[in-house]
């Protein structure tokens, strides 16, 4: 993926110095984000995401996949987390605890994301600082109802131990996560703001 050009890509490369032009270029006029598929097969989806500034992809699963995630100009912050216990099937209803692995903003230097079934932030969610294309890879791709997206929120704050230390009764807290932190995550349905269109990828054919 790291090899792959924005002119591949059918996008312009000074999208990388001036975002807010790559909006313009790509249509982006609205809090919708648009997503532009490139190749499917029973193994794997490869597409290409488009966020306006301050869209977000709330909080989801990836049961049983592996995902590469570039950003290709922009700048993103990532939050991600993983079950504290592996579940033997995905959550689809009521909470459990996870961990948060991931809480950084990334831009078109940084490395490519990767997730796995049970490590590396396998619930993540993007929210873009401003204009910007996540190039996506999953393998294998969803396919309900074994492998649905579900999506999550913070149920409880941060839970820490306000006497005794480490070892003593944990109590939930009131700040916002921080990577490292226990939190509970709830099944819940998106906001009606949260909407992914269909877009025509502009780039060479991938077979």
């Avoid at 270029?25 to 648009?34: A, E, N, V």
């Avoid at 997503?35 to 500034?53: K, V």
Wanted: hydrophobic share 40%; proline share 12%; aromatic share 10%.
């Amino acid at each position: 993926m790291g090899a792959i050009s924005l002119e591949e890509l059918g996008l312009d490369p000074d999208m990388v110095s001036d975002p807010f032009l790559g909006a313009l270029k790509l249509r982006l006029r609205d809090s919708r984000i648009k997503y532009m598929r490139i190749y499917e097969d029973n193994s794997l989806t490869f597409g290409l995401f488009c966020f306006p500034a301050g869209a977000t992809i709330p909080l989801h699963n990836h049961p049983g996949m592996t995902v590469f995630s570039r950003l290709l100009f922009g700048r993103l912050r990532v939050s991600a987390y993983d079950w504290l216990v592996q579940p033997p099937a995905p959550i689809v209803a009521g909470a459990a605890a996870a961990r948060m692995v991931c809480n950084a903003v990334v831009d078109h230097a940084s490395d490519p994301l990767v997730l796995f079934p049970a490590s590396g932030g396998n619930l993540h969610e993007f929210v873009a600082e401003t204009p910007c294309a996540v190039l996506d890879l999953l393998t294998p791709p969803y396919e309900p109802p074994e492998r649905n997206c579900t999506y999550y929120r913070v149920q409880r704050p941060p839970l820490t131990w306000p006497v005794g230390g480490p070892g003593g009764r944990k109590v939930p807290g009131s700040r916002a996560p921080a990577v490292g932190d226990v939190v509970e995550l709830e099944v819940f349905e998106p906001p009606d703001s949260f909407e992914v269109v269909s877009g025509l990828y502009p780039g060479d054919p991938v077979t």
